[in-house]
């Protein structure tokens, strides 16, 4: 397996002793698992809901399931695309490699094409559209990994992935109530990482 959650599952139980399947017991996995999940490989849908907050928290949006929502998406997400690049630009002229990458774009399987796609994030995409469902969200990480390719940021375009998707359905969920007061920035974002545990625990 190769993801630090598996590992540590795998490790658990191959430290059981014996290979006898008979021996081998499921709580090992589970606190394998447990061990090597966290915020450093809890996916970062949890950063996702932090930038996606940053990037909208400011514009008056009321609604984000409504299609006339009155906002520039594309302009927005160039102006941060222009952002970015500069940042970029400057913290690899201090030589700095472990810079901020945005979350929720790119994945280290879904590259290396001209337009690249997480599947799982396509297929909730295309079940929205049939659905007549509709994410502002969603609709403006599309424009931003765009935006990216455009401005030079990526020699491609990058794919959207399956944590800005954790992100930006649960954001449309709670927008009204983090508007409001009634939901704090930090919460929103370990609902979103709780949400990427239990799914990868039942993986």
């Not at 499921?26 to 915020?39: E, L, P, S, V, Y």
Request: glycine share 10%; net charge negative.
């Amino acid at each position: 397996p190769g993801t630090i959650s598996a590992q540590g599952a795998k490790g658990a139980v191959s430290a059981d002793g014996s290979e006898d399947p008979g021996r081998v017991q499921i709580n090992k996995a589970f606190m394998g698992f447990m061990t090597h999940t966290g915020f450093a490989h809890g996916g970062n849908g949890y950063e996702g809901m932090a930038f996606l907050i940053d990037q909208f928290k400011n514009t008056g949006l009321a609604d984000p399931g409504q299609r006339d929502h009155q906002l520039n998406l594309k302009d927005m997400a160039t102006e941060y695309a222009l952002f970015y690049k500069k940042y970029k630009s400057e913290q690899k002229v201090l030589g700095n490699t472990a810079y901020e990458k945005i979350p929720g774009v790119n994945h280290p399987v879904f590259k290396g094409k001209s337009v690249n796609f997480d599947p799982r994030e396509d297929y909730i995409r295309e079940f929205y559209e049939k659905q007549g469902f509709y994410n502002l969200f969603l609709d403006y990480y599309h424009e931003l990994v765009q935006a990216l390719y455009k401005t030079g940021v990526s020699a491609n375009v990058y794919c959207v992935n399956v944590d800005a998707l954790i992100a930006v359905s649960l954001l449309k969920i709670f927008w009204s109530e983090f508007m409001s007061d009634q939901l704090k920035a930090h919460e929103l974002e370990t609902a979103a990482f709780t949400l990427f545990l239990y799914a990868r625990m039942i993986g």
